[in-house]
């Protein structure tokens, strides 16, 4: 049985980690320095990464990122497409 990570697209959140960082006016720096206040430590690469979708992500990442961003982590999870 193929494993959900096999294929190019890491994560589920790349699309919307982007759009809701925009939309707040933060940069990829801003987010890993906000997300380093809480003791996650994701460089300003990793973000790039995470939202181009070649990085996965941890729940503990997900959760810091969703706090930071003030948004649902099912909102961060949601396919726009649908």
Do not use: H, P, W
Request: aromatic residues 4%; proline residues 0%; contains cysteine.
């Amino acid at each position: 049985m193929a494993r959900i990570i096999d294929g190019t697209e890491m994560n589920l959140i790349g699309n919307n980690l982007k759009k809701f960082r925009k939309k707040q006016k933060l940069s990829q720096q801003r987010l890993s320095d906000r997300l380093e206040l809480m003791g996650v430590y994701i460089c300003r690469g990793s973000i790039s990464r995470i939202e181009d979708k070649s990085r996965t992500v941890t729940d503990i990442e997900l959760y810091a990122i969703s706090k930071i961003l003030q948004v649902d982590i099912s909102d961060l999870i949601e396919d726009e497409e649908i």
